[in-house]
């Protein structure tokens, strides 16, 4: 996205909800967690969740996630460590956050 921009700067780049759905089921499907997505409703409610973070006004984006992994607990570990990573940064030792892939204001 960055050599599009480079070229196309007068151009708006935006993500959309069903791409950030396939990723994250993607991802479900890497870490071997479809079937219990397909059995467990709670799970798959967890999940749905995570996704739903993309209806959060951008600057409020961090908080809820931060809130959403408290409450989610360590069943969703690994994909949500797979969101922070893709989606709402990583926190340093400094408190900071690093620079997702795709950050709340795209998706």
């Known amino acids: 996205m960055n050599v599009f921009s480079t ?3 007068q151009a708006s780049l935006s993500g959309c909800y069903f791409h950030l759905r396939q990723s994250i089921h993607r991802q479900l499907q890497t870490q071997g967690l479809q079937k219990q ?3 467990d409703i ?9 996704a739903a973070l993309a209806f959060i006004h951008p600057d409020e984006v961090t908080d809820a996630f931060t809130q959403l992994r ?3 607990g360590d069943t ?6 797979y969101f922070e ?3 709402i940064g ?3 030792a400094n408190g900071s956050r690093t620079r997702p892939l795709f950050a709340a204001g795209f998706w």
């Open 7 to 9: 070229s196309f700067p």
């Open 37 to 39: 997505y397909k059995d």
């Open 42 to 50: 709670d799970f798959a409610h967890g999940i749905h969740k995570i």
């Open 70 to 72: 408290t409450h989610l």
């Open 76 to 81: 969703f570990q690994s994909m949500l460590d």
């Open 85 to 87: 990573d893709n989606y």
């Open 90 to 92: 990583r926190i340093r």
